[in-house]
């Protein structure tokens, strides 16, 4: 078997893996609990593990003098959305449409995320205050962002798993879908990030191997949404406005590729390449944005 097809068949095991969740408890708080509201839910928890990795690919390429400015104001924009989604998920906030938590399952989820959170929120307020950050800080940072990362992908596993009695027939296969299609925006920060990291030589927190794994995994994925992967229960975009918003986002993703490419195979990408990746990665989360709330819709007008 050609080494491509065994890559693609193991990315899309991985994608496959997201099928495997625990069933749980039930109930509300001070925003109604819908199908539309449960969506919105499982949707804004799938964006604070894109946040997380958004902060620290900030943090790396200000670190590296790529656009300075640019990404101290991404990482300042970053951490305030996900501060106030982190804390509506407890308190509720009615404008985000986010009740709040009282399942056991997603509320101990949430501590644990919590404790993750902590310590980067402090590195990072002290960073954007000026303080200096060490080597062995910026490290440490990176590492959590892992951890913290993890225990949120449990929060939306939780998430799902807890709330799929609520959202009747075919509610668990459409939350799924929503998880998967927002995990893209993921991969699209975490990809940047590690882009960054090998470029600069940030080791060990991320390796050129590692690297390859995210882009694979990446490019197997849009490739699953854009045109169907049997194989990982992956169907073929539901809706015409959902393909073309697909075809969208991959058009940013091919304008940058090469960047991507360049830095796998072991190239160096100077700073101003990567000034022109890191915003076309987020020209690419953008529009990816929009194909998972065109999703979330569809799927709430369809049940």
Avoid at 86 to 105: C, L, M
Wanted: net charge neutral; aromatic share 6%; proline share 4%.
């Amino acid at each position: 078997m050609k080494k491509t097809c065994v890559r693609t068949i193991a990315a899309a095991a991985t994608i496959a893996g997201l099928m495997i969740a625990q069933p749980m408890p039930a109930s509300a708080g001070d925003v109604a609990v819908t199908e539309e509201t449960i969506a919105v839910r499982i949707d804004l928890a799938g964006r604070q593990r894109m946040l997380l990795e958004r902060m620290a690919k900030n943090f790396c390429f200000a670190r590296s003098g790529v656009d300075v400015g640019r990404s101290v104001k991404i990482l300042t924009g970053a951490k305030d959305l996900f501060v106030r989604t982190h804390n509506g998920f407890k308190k509720g906030d009615p404008e985000q449409r986010i009740f709040a938590e009282d399942r056991k399952g997603p509320k101990k989820a949430w501590s644990s995320v919590n404790l993750m959170w902590l310590p980067l929120e402090a590195t990072y307020d002290a960073a954007l205050a000026g303080e200096f950050v060490s080597e062995e800080d910026f490290a440490q940072t990176m590492g959590l962002t892992l951890e913290a990362r993890k225990r949120a992908n449990d929060m939306v596993a939780q998430l799902r798993a807890s709330y799929t009695s609520d959202l009747g027939d075919g509610g668990f296969g459409s939350t799924l879908l929503i998880d998967l299609y927002g995990r893209q925006r993921m991969l699209s920060q975490k990809l940047s990030k590690e882009v960054c990291l090998v470029s600069r030589g940030f080791e060990p927190n991320a390796t050129p191997a590692e690297l390859a794994k995210t882009y694979e995994l990446f490019e197997t994925s849009l490739a699953a949404f854009i045109e169907g992967m049997p194989i990982a229960g992956v169907p073929k975009p539901p809706s015409t406005e959902i393909a073309d918003q697909l075809a969208k986002a991959n058009t940013e993703w091919q304008a940058v590729r090469p960047t991507a490419a360049l830095v796998v195979s072991g190239g160096a990408a100077s700073l101003s390449d990567l000034a022109v990746f890191a915003e076309g990665m987020d020209k690419f989360l953008v529009e990816m944005n929009k194909a998972v709330k065109l999703l979330a819709a569809h799927q709430a007008s369809s049940s």
